[in-house]
């Protein structure tokens, strides 16, 4: 806002100007930042730091394979989409090789918003019936539908009537039977609102709402509650998915469970933006009969060449592999922390997507996690905040991290924690 704005950098002045309320920068005082390469990125002074909030360079900031890819497509043909092109082709099959068989249509997006625009439009046609279930923090996306689903993008006036949000587990319900319980109740809430049921959207390591693994196997539980009553299980992979989670490919997949439509996004194009949609062809073809669906961009040449490019890493690198031995190495190394220093309350998480709980007192401090925040990136680390009381730290580094770069920032966590705690 112009009081932010007034005594800013010149850049981030700059910045507020062009982008007025809508703008979302990172830090009170932000960061201009040049360049980046694997987990590190670096600022207009040449200052470097390690990126453990950034799950869009998925494979590693500027990965030459996929910069070489984009180059090399972009100079020989983009385009629209209505032609026949190999290289789309060859992409959805490498990517349909990744996903359940039945799931056999993809519909290629710019964004994960549109993505999860289009599969609910899709429940909602294949089902008859136009109520949602979400988590009470969910973020999905920014449309006008999908915002309606997103908790925590909705800042006055609460959800719409046709939505009901429900805890994820291991929140206010603790146990599966907790979670399965409040799925049904809000089922029968969208019925006795006549809405009836049309689908359960999550996302399988539920970030906005503070990171939660879950109970193993829940959510195969959880979806077949609501297949019993007619809805459809909607796998929003836009933060799991493409190995991140290191047990599975898929945030589904580690709790064996079977959507019927998939989307998908941010780590796709590691940075090209490109996201999908994935489902039944019965479920695209009820939806396309009512109103079609075209979309310029959306699986673009260079898109899919930048897709091709992300997963053959994924394949080569091992990048799956280490986000799982990776990840459970820094676990280990925060969960060890933990237990000397009073602050830090709980660490979950799978994979590379790690939770860290900051708290006081048997309370969420958001105050405290902010300092924390400010106390790593005055160390050179980045990370952020999740959860509904912001009181989460979210970590996502890109699955290529290092054991030594994870040992560094258990360091910088441990002294971070020093700082704050003096303060506190
Ligand atoms: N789903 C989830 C789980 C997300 O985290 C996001 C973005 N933060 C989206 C969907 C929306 O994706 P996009 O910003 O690409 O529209």
Request: with cysteine.
């Amino acid at each position: 806002d112009a009081s932010a704005a007034a005594g800013a950098a010149p850049a981030v002045r700059r910045r507020l100007g062009n982008l007025g309320a809508a703008s979302v920068l990172f830090y009170r005082d932000p960061i201009e930042m040049v360049s980046a390469s694997g987990c590190w990125m670096t600022d207009v002074a040449g200052r470097r730091y390690l990126d453990f909030y950034n799950n869009v360079p998925s494979v590693g900031h500027s990965h030459p394979a996929v910069v070489r890819a984009v180059a090399d497509q972009i100079a020989r043909l983009n385009t629209n989409t209505r032609y026949v092109v190999a290289v789309v082709d060859d992409y959805l099959d490498a990517l349909k090789a990744r996903l359940p068989a039945d799931l056999s249509n993809v519909v290629m997006t710019c964004s994960g918003s549109e993505a999860n625009d289009l599969a609910l439009r899709i429940a909602r046609a294949v089902t008859g019936r136009q109520g949602f279930v979400v988590t009470t923090n969910a973020y999905h996306g920014n449309t006008d539908l999908v915002t309606g689903v997103s908790p925590s993008a909705l800042k006055r006036g609460g959800l719409p009537a046709h939505v009901v949000a429900i805890a994820p587990p291991g929140a206010a319900t603790d146990t599966e039977a907790g979670f399965l319980a409040a799925l049904a109740a809000a089922m029968a809430e969208l019925e006795a609102r006549g809405f009836g049921m049309a689908a359960f959207l999550c996302d399988a390591i539920f970030s906005s709402d503070g990171i939660h693994d879950g109970p193993p196997g829940f959510l195969a539980r959880a979806a077949d509650l609501v297949r019993a009553r007619g809805g459809l299980f909607i796998a929003d992979e836009v933060q799991p998915g493409f190995g991140r989670t290191g047990a599975a490919f898929w945030g589904f997949a580690r709790h064996g469970a079977a959507p019927d439509i998939v989307t998908m996004g941010k780590p796709m194009g590691n940075g090209f933006p490109m996201a999908a949609m994935a489902t039944r062809p019965d479920h695209l073809a009820a939806f396309c009969a009512d109103t079609g669906y075209f979309n310029t961009f959306g699986g673009n040449p260079v898109a899919a060449a930048a897709g091709a490019a992300v997963l053959r890493v994924i394949e080569d690198e091992g990048l799956q592999h280490n986000a799982s031995v990776t990840g459970t190495h820094l676990l280990s190394g925060i969960r060890a922390l933990a237990a000397t220093r009073p602050h830090i309350t709980a660490v979950r998480g799978a994979g590379l997507f790690i939770g860290v709980d900051i708290g006081r007192e048997g309370a969420p401090d958001p105050g405290l996690t902010l300092r924390v925040i400010d106390a790593m990136r005055s160390r050179g680390v980045l990370i952020g905040a999740a959860g509904l009381h912001g009181a989460t730290l979210k970590l996502r580094p890109p699955l290529c991290l290092t054991r030594d770069e994870a040992d560094l920032f258990v360091t910088a966590l441990d002294d971070a924690m020093g700082e704050v705690a003096q303060q506190a």
